[in-house]
């Protein structure tokens, strides 16, 4: 398989590493240690230096979107022939990429098989193609309704899970055309309530917090995964690497983030026509926007941590979906184990239960 840029630049950063430890610990050159100094402190001043140049870029755009802009994306997105199915939309991804998108479903249904088990409605916020929709319906048995703002991916989860046209059930599924911060039901309609993928393209997240906490029943239950602040993005700059963990304590230490997303990561040299909303949130940002939207905070971790040791198994194993699925697996739930440490992936996973008015 091609050797990706994120695995040379990982690879290099590595090497330079242990050149250090080595001319510290037996060489005692000097030159060698100040060289590799040098280079992950021009490394961390290059990648924070681009984070501000990008969100300062990204603000005028970042201002004008609008509800229509963003629905005009995700169509644009949807009308795409190698992207209109779940299955295409994996298949464009790199190899890794391509596992944890599959594994994304495993990581909500695991959320819901804890959490949406004893409820009796869910709504599934931005369902996209009905795939968890379908899993709430289907496997476990509840009355389950996905909006979504795309009805062209909703006429797909139709077609897939449902019969007929506009309001489809199919035994108890119900997919229907609305957005997440304006809902059309009655106030205390839903046991749980899942958002994955969704927070982060909000307009106003808390304004499609406090509404999904309008349409739970007290005590009912909030699930959400969304993009995370704390991810190592597969460096092996010390620097950078302390910055995340340290984020854990105080995100303070982060630099800005740009918040839109379009075919390619947001680059202020190269502008694209469409943009998206694409917020990342750290863990404190997050529980605090819970806390205001009225939300109680009871289960926290991250999944998809992007570490060296994930690329170099995607390059030993060809980019099998097998191989990858039987080293990473295992070493992604002991990560999801460790206190702290499970909260440096690429997308926190999130619990929280609706707190009684005061």
Not at 19 to 46: E, K, Q
Request: aromatic share 12%.
């Amino acid at each position: 398989m091609k050797i990706s840029k994120r695995f040379r630049r990982s690879t290099l950063e590595l090497t330079v590493f242990l050149l250090l430890l080595l001319d510290h610990a037996w060489w005692r050159t000097g030159m060698i240690s100040w060289g590799a100094v040098g280079y992950f402190v021009g490394g961390y001043l290059w990648y924070r230096r681009e984070a501000r140049l990008n969100a300062r870029a990204s603000e005028a755009v970042r201002n004008a979107l609008t509800l229509t802009s963003i629905k005009d994306i995700e169509r644009t997105y949807s009308r795409r022939d190698d992207y209109n199915t779940p299955e295409k939309r994996a298949l464009v991804r790199p190899p890794l990429d391509r596992h944890f998108y599959h594994q994304r479903y495993t990581e909500v249904q695991r959320l819901l098989d804890t959490f949406a088990r004893e409820a009796h409605t869910v709504l599934d916020v931005g369902c996209g193609f009905g795939i968890n929709t379908a899993y709430v319906g289907g496997t476990l048995g509840r009355r389950a309704v996905g909006i979504d703002v795309d009805s062209i991916k909703l006429s797909a989860a139709r077609d897939r899970w449902g019969e007929g046209q506009g309001r489809e059930e199919r035994g108890c599924c119900t997919f229907v055309c609305a957005d997440a911060a304006q809902p059309p039901f009655r106030a205390g309609t839903f046991d749980c309530i899942l958002m994955t993928e969704v927070l982060e393209h909000l307009l106003s997240p808390e304004d499609g917090l406090k509404a999904c906490r309008t349409l739970l029943r007290d005590g009912g239950w909030l699930i959400i995964t969304t993009p995370g602040s704390h991810n190592l993005n597969y460096s092996n700059n010390p620097l950078v690497v302390a910055e995340k963990v340290l984020s854990l304590i105080s995100d303070r230490v982060l630099p800005p983030y740009h918040n839109l997303h379009a075919e390619r990561e947001f680059d202020w040299r190269k502008p694209e026509p469409q943009y998206g909303i694409h917020y990342h949130f750290s863990r404190q940002e997050l529980d605090a926007l819970l806390h205001r939207s009225g939300f109680e905070s009871i289960m926290h971790r991250s999944f998809e941590f992007e570490i060296y040791p994930y690329l170099l198994i995607e390059f030993l194993t060809g980019g099998t979906m097998e191989g990858i699925s039987r080293w990473v697996s295992p070493m992604e739930y002991l990560l999801q184990s460790i206190p702290w440490v499970n909260h440096l992936g690429q997308h926190l996973l999130w619990a929280a239960r609706k707190q009684p008015r005061r």
